[in-house]
């Protein structure tokens, strides 16, 4: 049983336009969300995180937003770059555990 | 500054063999935590340790898994006869704290474990 889903194994973008990461959720238990970034041959990377209680979480490029309602965030990066491509994972924390989806890998096309 | 360490990188091994992983977390970190991600799947959490606590084993898929910590510092994760569902990459985290910093995890490159 997934609790986090991203229904997306692939996504390609042309550099410099907007890429828009989707993840969907079952549990609203979870306090918080997370994005992860991997490159290959290293380990995940933090990038961006949202509290529960909030709707937006902007760092720079990369922005996140929550709608739990819908059970669901997603991560827009604009403009992408050539060095986004990765794979990214989102990922939701309940009690002290982190529970990660299956992640989407990311192709920035020059 | 040094990151998480893992070793071996790659580890091949026969089916039935036991195998030991090994971690070293960052300096001064108090919690650390141990996933596997299996081909075309998610991380998958195994283990977590925090301090002097007893750790969180509830994600440990069998009782032919388990892991130890020596205090702050080294782990290792064991995994006994393996299976070849076993096959996948192991992934070591620190964190300077558990609980409410858990997105301040650091990873490791990982250990990419094949059973023959």
């Known amino acids: 049983d997934q609790q986090v889903k991203q229904n997306s194994p692939s996504l390609s973008v042309q550099e410099g336009r907007i890429s828009i990461l989707n993840c969907d959720y079952t549990n609203s238990m979870f306090d918080y969300f997370l994005w992860y970034k991997k490159y290959p041959a290293e380990g995940p990377t933090f990038l961006i995180s949202i509290s529960s209680i909030k709707d937006k979480n902007e760092d720079g490029r990369f922005t996140v937003f929550l709608n739990k309602s819908a059970k669901h965030l997603s991560l827009h990066i604009v403009p992408s770059q050539p060095g986004d491509s990765a794979v990214y994972f989102c990922a939701a924390r309940i009690d002290d555990k982190i529970i990660f989806g299956k992640g989407t890998r990311l192709h920035i096309l020059p | 500054g040094a990151g998480v360490s893992q070793s071996p990188s790659n580890k091949v091994t026969e089916k039935g063999k036991d195998v030991e992983l090994r971690c070293d977390p960052i300096?001064?970190?108090?919690?650390l935590y141990w996933y596997r991600q299996r081909l075309g799947q998610g991380l998958e959490f195994l283990i977590y340790f925090q301090g002097n606590s007893a750790p969180d084993k509830s994600g440990l898929p069998s009782d032919r898994f388990s892991a130890e910590r020596t205090g702050e510092s080294v782990s290792t994760l064991t995994i006994q006869r393996t299976q070849q569902e076993d096959s996948a990459v192991y992934l070591c985290?620190?964190?300077?704290?558990?609980?409410?910093?858990?997105?301040?995890?650091?990873f490791g490159p990982g250990t990419r474990l094949t059973v023959t």
């Open positions: 300096s001064g970190h108090t919690a």
């Open positions: 985290a620190s964190s300077p704290r558990g609980g409410l910093t858990l997105y301040e995890q650091y």
